[in-house]
């Protein structure tokens, strides 16, 4: 499996990791990777400021398309902060309780898939 | 139960118009305006008797206040702004020197008033209207202005981080659910009571109408607003999960023993430490004013109790 390392500071161009916007634009990279059977090594080094609207889009939205196994194996963090760990674990549990509801995967996946 | 039968509205008076054609309103502003439910009541009064004004002048007339909560600018601003793309025409006057300063000093005179803007008081938290793209313009304001370590000296640096992520949770529910064009924000710092407190403003749909047409029902501005702070609670529909961003305010000001005001349609909501209580409004506010108070005296040890593991998260 190939190792994909995404540089989120770069990314977003910022070490403020707040936007929706932002947050969208990680999630396309990710996705990208993903297809490709690639292992994501999500490095969030410099990043000083997240919120749960960031990690919703660019995070949260993966569950809309994968299952929790396969991006538990294909999923890696490095330099997050201990805090922001605790923040985004209620960020992974809120997208599974939301996604729970099948209509809203099939939905999500069309929005996606156009 | 909070009640409006008790408060005294202030005095409209309709004056000769200085300019020709239109018509002149005053409204005289009470003694005292605080960051609770009677000062709110105030402002949402001015703007039920300002809404309906076009090519007219409005005087705010501040001759007996001795009392503003300067974060209370971010309300008046947004208030105000919506007065002025009406076309009218906006005079504060009769301010007393202690009030002048304040409006000085956060530069609310420099929007609505003759004051030259020059970067004078750097410990000052400032009036600031935002477009809902400006997020990162936002950040400096809060970084340089609000934040800065030359205001509040004392603080921790995981307390920053978390009343900066506090704040951009609201600004960012503004720029999803607000469907607004402007975003305004004021604070204040309380160096005795180690309180600061940030309002953001926000015109455009009301957390009622959101709430309403996402449930099909009909709540109360304040069932509604009850409604929208529940965990999991949200009203978006697409592949972005949402529902989060109150509960993690109110979590967190739960532990930090601070507080949370939240006004929108006809309801007021608030939560003090683990308290929270409810009441309405007779007018709507077309739009959300959220006041976060934080407890700056608060060394967050509460945060190093939670061991979570990587491999637990996805």
């Known amino acids: 499996m190939n190792d994909i390392r995404i540089n989120i500071f770069e990314q977003i161009g910022g070490s403020a990791a707040v936007s929706t916007e932002d947050g969208e ?83 999500g996946a069309k929005e996606v898939l156009g | 139960m909070l009640s409006v039968s008790h408060i005294r509205y202030p005095k409209v008076v309709r004056e000769i118009p200085l300019h020709k054609g239109r018509n002149v309103m005053r409204y005289e502003f009470p003694d005292s305006l605080s960051n609770d439910f009677e000062g709110y009541s105030v402002l949402l009064n001015f703007h039920e008797k300002t809404r309906n004004l076009f090519l007219d002048e409005v005087i705010l007339d501040f001759k007996r206040t001795s009392w503003f909560e300067a974060n209370l600018c971010a309300v008046l601003g947004a208030v105000l702004n919506s007065v002025e793309n009406d076309l009218n025409i906006v005079r504060i006057e009769n301010l007393i020197p202690k009030i002048e300063r304040l409006f000085r000093r956060n530069y609310f005179l420099g929007h609505f008033g003759d004051m030259k803007i020059r970067d004078l008081y750097k410990t000052a938290v400032k009036y600031r209207k935002f477009r809902v793209n400006e997020e990162k313009l936002f950040k400096n304001y809060l970084d340089f202005e609000l934040l800065a370590k030359a205001v509040m000296p004392d603080m921790s640096n995981l307390l920053r981080k978390k009343i900066n992520e506090s704040i951009f949770e609201i600004f960012n529910n503004a720029v999803i659910h607000g469907d607004c064009q402007n975003i305004f924000s004021c604070g204040q710092y309380f160096p005795t009571k180690k309180r600061l407190d940030f309002t953001i403003v926000d015109i455009g749909v009301s957390i009622k109408q959101r709430v309403d047409e996402f449930l099909r029902q009909n709540l109360s501005g304040e069932e509604a607003i009850q409604w929208a702070v529940t965990k ?63 407890n700056i005296d608060d060394k967050c040890h509460y945060y190093l109790l939670s061991e979570i593991k990587e491999e637990d998260i996805f």
């Open chain 1, 25 to 107: 634009s990680l999630y396309k990279r990710i996705v990208k990777a993903l297809e490709q059977k690639a292992r994501v090594i999500l490095d969030f080094n410099n990043i000083e400021l997240l919120t749960s609207t960031f990690l919703n889009s660019a995070i949260g939205q993966l569950y809309s398309r994968f299952k929790s196994p396969y991006l538990k194996a294909h999923l890696k963090l490095e330099n997050l902060k201990k805090e922001d760990l605790e923040l985004l674990k209620k960020v992974v549990e809120r997208a599974k309780e939301y996604f729970k509801d099948k209509g809203r995967i099939v939905n």
């Open chain 2, 232 to 294: 999991g609670h949200t009203t978006r529909t697409g592949n972005i999960p949402g529902g989060l961003g109150f509960s993690l305010i109110r979590e967190f000001l739960e532990r930090n023993d601070g507080k949370i005001q939240i006004i929108s349609g006809n309801g007021f909501w608030e939560q003090t430490g683990k308290n929270a209580k409810s009441s309405r409004y007779p007018y709507d506010f077309p739009g959300t004013i959220v006041n976060l108070e934080f």
